[in-house]
């Protein structure tokens, strides 16, 4: 995925400040609700794009050799964007979509219900992995086992699941780097000791848009992402994705880290 900045302009580093518009916006003076969906997967998903695609397959491979089965699963932030949840579908014997704004979390009922279309070239790549392929209706599974909560990030239950992802949302919730770090701790903190995860962000992100709302991000550099993830983890797998060619400016690459949650 990659996002519409909210300021444009090309030339920025990782070092950039996030927007003068969000100088200190945290995670809570941000009105999540105004989040449009339908705009944000039409800019973001409706294509598979290269770097999506990587991370898919990438997140693909490591569930499928994690010995992962019948496992309580979540994604965080799910926000519209199925293929986090669909990376978990032949291991899951629930999967938790916890998003914090409401348009989203409407979204989100629907296409658990039944998904989209568009939707079915991201579960493609996922079957071109046996462990997948094996699943004949991921549609009917996502519609059996997924179950969508309202609920935030700094806000989940320790321990509860055993796998989980969250993708493109510490860099994403505010423009406050401790509540980035903080958004991560609380992640890997709801998953019990040993479970596999995948979490995904944007590097170097200056905030974003979606349709008519700009949203802040935090312009996060791979090392402290992955210190922030070492706190909690171990056996990481780090992957940098360069954008090919880049959506929009203002952002440098996506960073893809899977392991295991630490006791
Ligand atoms: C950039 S979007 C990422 C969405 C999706 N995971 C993806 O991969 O495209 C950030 C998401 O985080 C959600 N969000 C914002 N604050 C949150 C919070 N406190 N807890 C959980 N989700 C939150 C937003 O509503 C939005 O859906």
Redesign the pocket.
Known sequence: ?A?TPAAGGGGESSASPPPARFPRSA?ADVE?DG?DPQAYVRH?YADLRADDREILRRTRDFFAESKLSDARCVD??????LY?ALSLLPFARTVDL????AS?VRWLRTQVDGYDDLWDPYWQVCAEHPAYAALTDPRGRLAQVGRVRRT???DLPRRAWGAGTM???AC??SADRAEAERAIGRFLDALRPGSPFAVAVMLGSRG?RVGRCAFPAVALQRAEVVASIAAGAYDLDVHEVLPRPPLRDGYLSMLLTTGRTRG
């Open positions: 995925m996002l995670n999540w989040f973001n965080v932030g799910s926000g519209a964007n986090p916890c998003e914090f704004s989203n935030s990030v700094f993708f493109f949302v994403s919730i974003y």
